[in-house]
């Protein structure tokens, strides 16, 4: 897995004069059935979220309101991208460390994932993290 296989995904978006509405099917709009839903929400805006891996994890990352950066790193290279619109999710494959941060005040980030909450899906350490990249490669 690399960085090229993590992708910003266009949602549908029904532009409407009462308010507009984005939706997300799975396996449809996005490569993945969703298994949980979490978001972060009252981030301070110096804080730093993320940094850490997935074995296995799938997950589409989205701003669902004001904006934030993720960076990417796949032990080799590293991309940035920033999310402020509701209508636009960042795809990431496992194997991808991400680390979040600058949000905006009142962000909200709403993350789709691919399976239930297993602490023994992270890696933590980034040390980790490349060491099993490399045995991968
Ligand atoms: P973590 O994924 O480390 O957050 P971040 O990387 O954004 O800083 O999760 C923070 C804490 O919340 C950690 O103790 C695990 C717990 N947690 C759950 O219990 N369930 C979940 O679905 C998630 C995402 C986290």
């Excluded at 690399?2 to 449809?28: M, V, W």
């Excluded at 929400?41 to 994890?57: C, E, N, Q, S």
């Excluded at 701003?63 to 920033?82: A, R």
């Excluded at 949000?103 to 297993?118: E, H, I, N, R, T």
Aim: hydrophobic letters at 35%; charged letters at 25%; one cysteine or more.
């Amino acid at each position: 897995m690399s960085i090229k296989d993590c992708k910003l995904i266009e949602l549908p978006k029904i532009p409407d004069t009462r308010g507009n509405l984005s939706f997300i099917e799975e396996n449809k709009h996005i490569p993945f059935s969703i298994k949980r839903v979490y978001y972060l929400y009252d981030v301070p805006t110096d804080a730093d979220r993320g940094a850490h891996g997935h074995k296995t994890l799938e997950q589409l990352i989205l701003s669902v309101s004001g904006s934030f950066e993720i960076t990417l790193n796949d032990g080799v290279n590293k991309q940035k991208y920033l999310l402020n619109k509701p209508y636009q999710g960042l795809y990431i494959t496992p194997m991808i460390w991400r680390e979040l941060r600058n949000f905006s005040s009142g962000a909200m980030c709403f993350v789709l994932a691919s399976d239930f909450y297993k602490e023994d899906d992270y890696y933590r350490d980034y040390q980790k993290f490349l060491a099993a990249v490399r045995k991968k490669q």
